[in-house]
């Protein structure tokens, strides 16, 4: 296995996962079902740590994949910038996430204002990390570029 295996394994979590939380999240809201609401923000403290993961095996990825045939320097600057941004998003909710987690146990109620923020802000951080992948996949997936056409039958792959 190399850095670009072990990238793409890692980095289904945090996308996965982010994408759960979100309707766990909401339906903890309208349930009003605090075990749920832990649940949820248990699952975001998790995603701020699988997305730094997954961060932290781009690097090696690109030692992989930097010289291969049709990959581009600037579809992998592209999604590392998303990354970046996919870093912060999730690991900032992550850490308010932890202090509702922090306060619900210390305090043994959950502040309703962290909830509701930490809710809202999954749900951006789900169109974030879901971004992030869809650049990633450019890279080396041709059949998710601009003015790709399908091979017809007879027509030779590479």
């Not at 394994?9 to 809201?29: C, Q, R, S």
């Not at 832990?38 to 699952?43: E, N, P």
């Not at 579809?75 to 850490?95: C, E, F, K, T």
């Not at 930490?118 to 974030?128: K, Q």
């Amino acid at each position: 296995m190399n850095g670009a295996h072990l990238h793409l394994m890692v980095i289904h979590f945090p996308i996965a996962g982010t994408l759960m939380a979100v309707p766990l999240l909401v339906a903890a809201w309208i349930m009003k079902n605090e075990t749920v609401k832990l649940v949820g923000l248990a699952l975001v403290v998790a995603m701020g740590l699988a997305v730094w993961a997954a961060d932290e095996t781009g690097g090696m990825a690109f030692r992989v994949v930097k010289n291969m045939p049709d990959i581009t320097r600037e579809s992998i600057h592209i999604h590392a910038q998303a990354a970046d941004w996919a870093v912060w998003s999730l690991g900032l909710n992550a850490l308010l996430a932890a202090y509702g987690l922090f306060s619900a146990w210390r305090k043994k109620k959950l502040p309703h204002w962290v909830f509701v923020t930490v809710t809202i802000l999954a749900v951006h951080g789900s169109t974030v990390v879901a971004r992030t992948g869809y650049l990633g996949g450019q890279i080396h997936h041709p059949e998710t570029r601009s003015g790709f056409t399908a091979p017809t039958e007879g027509t030779p792959q590479h």
